[in-house]
């Protein structure tokens, strides 16, 4: 086994069975892009549905799994808002959520326009 096989194995193993699913959806979406290059397609969401009761932390983790081509970083900052708004402000849970599927599919509508910017 080479070294970098060997170092993403051992992060793979440190990580919970959600994140683990969220590296192989975005390992598979790699792949896609670099088999693609000539036709390119932009990635899709996945189709992870929303549980009943979900947390907002949940959902957080929920939907950075479905949209595993946008970056994290970009969204922290709206994340963080919506969290506070909840934890701070007492807002429900079900419209923090509600809330925050709108701003990942904002974020996954601004990523298609500049991918469609490129060709």
Known sequence: MKRNERELL????QLDETRQAG????ALFLVER???????EVALPLDIPRPE????VKAIKRLRSQYPMLE??????????QMTRHMIHGVPAHEVIDELEQLFRNH?????????ARD
């Open 10 to 13: 051992e992060l793979f193993q």
């Open 23 to 26: 590296l192989i959806d975005y």
């Open 34 to 40: 670099a088999d693609g290059a000539g036709e390119r």
């Open 53 to 56: 009761n979900e947390s907002v």
């Open 72 to 81: 994290a970083g970009k969204l922290l900052n709206d994340t963080s808002n």
């Open 108 to 116: 996954y509508d601004a990523f298609v326009q500049r991918f469609h």
